[in-house]
């Protein structure tokens, strides 16, 4: 069964910095495509950032673009997405998936694996 593991997360003031890790199988990780999604109260799902390996395509949404960013590790079996400049809108619960393939980014994964999420908070 795969799993994938969230870690990081927490409070944070305005303008300060957070890093969220999912680790994942190792072939998970190296081959296929992840996604971060974030979903605040009342509100629903929404992706965040995608990464997909066959043709290195890294997609962010408006609202975050220029401030996150998506990364792997394959030493450490790892995906993360950093958040800089986050802003009390940034404020939900973050959950990274996988889909079963490498689909590209553009082309809608499916995504079957899902982490169990991580808050983040954004306030004074």
């Known amino acids: 069964q795969v799993q994938l593991v969230q870690s990081g997360g927490g409070l944070v003031q305005p303008g300060g910095s957070l890093r969220l890790s999912c680790a994942a199988s190792?072939?998970?990780?190296?081959?296929?495509?992840i996604g971060w999604f974030r979903q605040a109260p009342g509100k629903e799902r929404e992706g965040v950032s995608c990464h997909s390996v066959p043709d290195n395509k890294t997609w962010h949404s408006d609202s975050v673009k220029g401030r996150f960013t998506i990364s792997r590790d394959n030493a450490k079996n790892t995906v993360y997405l950093q958040m800089n400049n986050l802003k009390p809108e940034d404020t939900a619960n973050y959950f990274c998936?996988?889909?079963?393939?490498?689909?590209?980014?553009?082309?809608?994964?499916?995504?079957?694996?899902w982490g169990q999420g991580t808050r983040v908070t954004v306030s004074q």
């Open positions: 190792r072939f998970i990780v190296r081959y296929n495509t």
């Open positions: 998936a996988a889909d079963q393939y490498g689909t590209s980014c553009g082309a809608g994964p499916a995504y079957t694996f």
